[in-house]
Structures are given as C-alpha cells and as structure tokens.
Nanobody, 124 residues
Framework: QVELVESGGGLVQAGGSLRLSCAAS????????MGWFRQAPGKEREFVAR????????YYASSLKGRFTISRDYAKNTVNLQMNSLKPEDTAVYYC?????????????????WGQGTQVTVSS
C-alpha cells in the first residue's frame, strides 16, 4: 500500500514558477516508479514526468521537457515537480501516482496509486 499526498499548487502569473511536492508513504517505495500527471477541465489526464524511486532515471512529456523537472528527496520521502516558465495552458489539477512497472510508462492505467491532486492555475 502506498499513500500519496500532493501539495504546493496555487495561483501564479504566466512566466512564474511553482514547486509541487508529493509526500509518499509505504513500506516498499523502492520498488515503485513515481509519476506526475495533470488534468485540465474537459480534457483527459495526461502524463507529465516520471522517476524511479531508487535511481535517477527521469522521463518527461516531450512538450514539457526543459520547463519541468522531477526529483525525489529520500530524507523527506517526497517526489517533487519544479515547474518554470509557466503558461496558462499549464493550468490543471496535478496528480502524483505510483506504478510497479519497471519500464517507462506514460499510461494512466499503469499507475495503481494516486494522490488527491493539487490545483495549479496560471493567469495570463
């Protein structure tokens, strides 16, 4: 069992930055890969970024690479998403999720644990 709690969302002007955190708890975190997804109103949930809990391999949605950075903090048991140069189209609810898949997957259905989400709103 893995529990995920996101924080750090809010309202920011276009061009600004936000740092999201996902607090993870569970006895076997090292066996999971962690992902960030987002869902805008009226749209499907989409993949943002992924990182193995153990190891440093990261993977990003191609459209976001360079602006978003995923990382994890072992001391705090968090997975973080640094978002820079934010645009109004980045407005969405952002979710943290965990998968047991070893290979990189961007498919929502492959992620078995989800947080409740945190709202990010970027004003123009």
């Amino acid at each position: 069992q893995v529990e995920l709690v996101e924080s750090g969302g809010g309202l920011v002007q276009a061009g600004g930055s936000l740092r999201l955190s996902c607090a993870a708890s569970g006895r076997t975190l090292s066996t999971y890969a962690m992902g960030w997804f987002r869902q805008a109103p009226g749209k499907e949930r989409e993949f943002v970024a992924r990182i193995r809990w153990s190891g440093s391999n990261t993977y990003y949605a191609s459209s976001l690479k360079g602006r978003f950075t995923i990382s994890r903090d072992y001391a705090k048991n968090t997975v973080n998403l640094q978002m820079n140069s934010l645009k109004p189209e980045d407005t969405a609810v952002y979710y943290c999720a965990a998968t047991t898949r070893v290979v990189v997957t961007t498919t929502v259905q492959d992620y078995i644990y989800w947080g409740q989400g945190t709202q990010v709103t970027v004003s123009s």
